[in-house]
């Protein structure tokens, strides 16, 4: 409870000054002896222990003006939040150079956990996941479920297609989960490590596609310069390390990029992909309206009805319980 006209609540130190005022006149009046009594103490009757009630009664009622003065009320806030969301699309690489051992633990893993973080901190967006190496997929549609998203994203596996890298088809993908969105922002992420050796559709053929649809697409190169431990089979059949050569189009990123009005980024260790994944989160921002509402509920008026409640309870007990006689 809240009061519009607080400073009348001052005038409520009234109160005890007419209290004390009272109780000294009540002490004067108690040390006059009664000659009828003999000198002896009148029993003590219900009139006895109710002689101040109406005093009592008449401060609680004044007390309860001043608070009704004071415009007593109940304050509600409300807000209404509306959000207009971000259609976003990882296209993943998962191509057996993904298991490099130059992020840890390897691109592929580093890759889905800074994506899955990403994920978590894009509330009210809606979050679509596609694979790709030889062959494209979709691992998940969009969804505003930022948990399913994640999940989807960590049970993302190399070696479950052909391999290679075909990222006009994992581009094209990608630009088929948003075709038919609503949204008015669309945003591919389309993360690799090699160079376009596979798929029926040119790179630069779906970033067209994206520039005349009006979908942004960021694209990262993930790999160290030069050389990387790349996994190998030795004639056992067991996994080994090598080092190979580092081979990324980043030209062709760029390209697409550019086309579509976002930005191309080169990641060389997981701290370098982190930071890309915040910056882009930064870029995309979501559109939230906040609207404030505020309403006040009057309250004076049952302190009204309460002074005046206490009044007529002041009357009866004078009145008619103590019958005592206009002053």
Known sequence: ????????????????????????????????VVSTTGGRRAPRTLRYWLRHMPVVLRLAAIAAVIVALARPVVVN?????????????????????????????DRLSAAKQL????????SGDRISVVAFAGEAFTQCPLTSDQATAGTM?????SGVVDDGTAIGNGLA?????????????????????????????????AADIAHDLGIKVYTIGVGSKDKAPMPAYDPFGNITYVMADVEIDEELLRDIA???????FRASNNEALKAIYEQINQMEK??????????????????LVIALLLLAAEFVVARVILNRLPM
């Open 1 to 32: 409870m809240e009061f519009l006209n607080i400073d009348i609540l001052y005038l409520l130190v009234v109160i005890p000054l007419l209290a004390a005022y009272y109780i000294f006149v009540g002490r004067r009046r108690a040390s006059m």
């Open 77 to 105: 806030h409300e807000e209404e939040t509306t959000t207009e969301g971000i259609d976003i699309v990882i296209a993943m690489d998962i191509s057996g150079s993904m298991l490099a051992r130059d992020f840890q633990p």
């Open 173 to 205: 993908t990608a630009l088929n989960r948003l075709r038919e969105s609503g949204s008015k922002s669309k945003v591919v992420i389309l993360l690799t490590d090699g160079v376009n050796n596979r798929g029926q559709i040119s790179p630069i053929m």
């Open 286 to 303: 979501s559109e939230v309206e906040v609207t404030h509402y505020t309403s006040y509920e009057e309250l004076y008026m049952g302190w």
């Open 153 to 157: 994203l960590s049970r993302l596996r």
């Open 258 to 264: 550019s086309k579509t009005g976002g930005q191309y």
């Open 115 to 122: 994506a899955t973080e990403f994920v978590a901190e894009r």
